[in-house]
């Protein structure tokens, strides 16, 4: 048996807030690994003793660190196989990266639902909605406009 992680369609009403369940915490091996993987050679990220030099005085997570955190978090329910086609997110219209983090920073997400499109099946639906990172201290550390289908709790 395994626990459900994620948000239903029915979740997602118009104006409202979805407060994901649990948190991330950034480890301070994890950004400068995805530095170097990306080839981003940024002292900024990747160079703790250039780093603690510089404006910040420590290195900096990486964006698309961060961005993919934010996004995770917030992810509907899990699809059921025949779903997979409709559950394929349309991509991101926008992310904002708002916030400094940092390792040891903490992330959260909630989700701003804007609108929601069920579909004419009534096995899920299209859900508009921007994702905001938050981190420990509860300073927005990311925005991202989001178009996903989630399925139906009854579907």
Do not use: C, K, Y
């Not at 950004?31 to 030099?53: E, F, I, K, M």
């Not at 995770?72 to 992310?95: C, K």
């Not at 989700?111 to 938050?134: M, P, Q, Y």
Request: cysteine-free; proline content about 6%.
């Amino acid at each position: 048996m395994s626990l459900q992680r994620g948000w239903f369609l029915e979740d997602a009403t118009p104006g409202s807030v979805i407060r994901h369940p649990g948190g991330r915490t950034i480890g301070a091996d994890e950004h400068p690994r995805l530095a170097w993987l990306t080839d981003n050679a940024s002292d900024v990220h990747g160079d703790a003793h250039r780093a603690a030099a510089g404006p910040f005085g420590q290195p900096l997570v990486l964006g698309a660190l961060t961005a993919a955190v934010v996004i995770g978090l917030a992810e509907p329910a899990t699809s059921l196989p025949w779903q997979a086609g409709r559950a394929t997110p349309s991509g991101w219209p926008s992310i904002a990266l708002t916030g400094l983090v940092v390792a040891g920073d903490t992330i959260v997400a909630t989700s701003l639902v804007g609108a929601v499109t069920v579909d004419d099946d009534g096995r899920g639906g299209l859900v508009r909605r921007v994702i905001e990172g938050r981190n420990q201290r509860g300073e927005v550390v990311a925005r991202v406009v989001d178009e996903r289908w989630a399925p139906s709790r009854h579907g």
